[in-house]
């Protein structure tokens, strides 16, 4: 099965500062790749999807890019409601595995 | 608006089953533009996805690995929902539990259900 690796684990920034996590996956999944925000206690939330299209309503702060095996979610000026655990998600074929996701903290 | 609304014990011995329930309300179990998932979450095994039904003509199931001899992932079209049944449980099996919709024409998981915490202890 498809192993998906993300970096870092955890991060603490500045309000404004841009973030940038990466996901790789141990085999190449075109850009059938998903990123989720969950926030604490709160269920997840899809943030963009094939990559790097934003889902309808997600702030234009956040970005996708990406294809293979290598991908990255940033988040151009970092906001106090972005303090969340980010998650990346192939979804080219079952199984649907999840990275281990990203802790992003303010500063 | 699609909706999940989950229903089902929050306590399970260990050895029995543990069974959820996912009812669907804006969308229907047997549309083909969407897979009907199960994923569950704790400390140690963060998002795990465990399975998801689907129909194109005919009922589709995949599982994971890791809990494919023990699990069964059915959809009712009579109530519009689906169910997660997993057996001979553990207290590894202690996480919270979400269904959710997956979506054909995107592929990605876009409407969750509100989780299950499922605590397996005697």
């Known amino acids: 099965d498809i192993q998906m690796t993300q970096s870092p684990s955890s991060l603490s920034a500045s309000v404004g500062d841009r973030v940038t996590i990466t996901c790789r996956a141990s085999?190449?999944?075109?850009?059938?790749l998903v990123w989720y925000q969950q926030k604490p206690g709160k269920v997840p939330k899809l943030l963009i999807y094939?990559?790097?299209t934003l889902q309808s309503g997600v702030p234009s702060r956040f970005s996708g890019s990406g294809s293979g095996t290598d991908f990255t979610l940033t988040i151009s000026s970092l906001q106090p409601e972005d303090v969340a655990t980010y998650y990346c998600?192939?979804?080219?074929?079952?199984?649907?595995?999840f990275g281990g996701g990203t802790k992003v903290e303010i500063k | 608006q699609v909706q999940l609304q989950q229903s089902g014990p929050g306590l399970v011995k260990p050895s029995q089953t543990l069974s959820l329930t996912c009812a669907i309300s804006?969308?229907?179990?047997?549309?083909?533009?969407?897979?009907w998932n199960w994923i569950r979450q704790s400390p140690s095994r963060g998002l795990e996805w465990l399975g998801r039904?689907?129909?194109?003509?005919?009922?589709?199931?995949d599982y994971a690995v890791s809990v494919k001899s023990r699990i069964t992932i059915n959809p009712d079209t009579s109530k519009n929902q689906f169910s997660l049944q997993l057996n001979s449980v553990t207290p590894d099996d202690t996480a919270v539990y979400y269904c959710?919709?997956?979506?054909?024409?995107?592929?990605?998981?876009?409407?969750w259900g509100q989780g299950t915490t499922v605590t397996v202890s005697s």
């Open positions: 959710a919709r997956g979506n054909s024409d995107f592929y990605a998981m876009d409407v």
């Open positions: 804006g969308d229907s179990v047997s549309t083909y533009s969407a897979a």
């Open positions: 039904t689907y129909y194109r003509s005919k009922w589709y199931n």
């Open positions: 085999q190449g999944i075109s850009n059938y």
């Open positions: 094939a990559a790097s």
């Open positions: 998600q192939k979804y080219n074929s079952a199984p649907l595995t």
